[in-house]
């Protein structure tokens, strides 16, 4: 199960962290993200962060956000700086872990709000 928090109301330009907490045992094997998804939009990526450290970025917000992790946690976060009214969306955490190669788990989190205005 996965847990989101940090959500909020932001000016334009300002800051927020959103963080996503998973109970219970994570196979170690896994890739740890965000997604998110506007009114009338499809959900998209945001940010991954593989259990190895590589991180995936989409092109909108290269250089603006940063994903972690905390393993010892089983938490991992999104720190989004200078944020645009175009960032408002839900945002949706995501956990892929693989038992081994041809077993794969896919999680999602309840989705937390973010509004940016403008």
């Known amino acids: 199960q996965l847990q989101a928090f940090g959500g909020g109301l932001v000016q334009a330009g300002g800051s927020l962290r959103v963080s996503c907490a998973a109970s219970?045992?994570?196979?170690?094997?896994?890739?740890m993200g965000w997604y998110r998804q506007a009114p009338g939009k499809e959900r998209e990526l945001v940010a991954t962060i593989a259990s190895g450290g590589s991180t995936n970025y989409a092109d909108s917000v290269k250089g603006r956000f940063a994903i972690s992790r905390d393993n010892a946690k089983k938490t991992w976060y999104l720190q989004m700086n200078s944020l645009k009214p175009e960032d408002t969306a839900v945002y949706y955490c995501?956990?892929?872990?693989?038992?081994?190669?041809?077993?794969?788990?896919?999680?999602w989190g309840q989705g937390t709000q973010v509004t940016v205005s403008s």
């Open positions: 219970g045992s994570i196979f170690s094997i896994n890739v």
């Open positions: 995501n956990l892929v872990a693989w038992e081994r190669p041809a077993v794969r788990y896919d999680y």
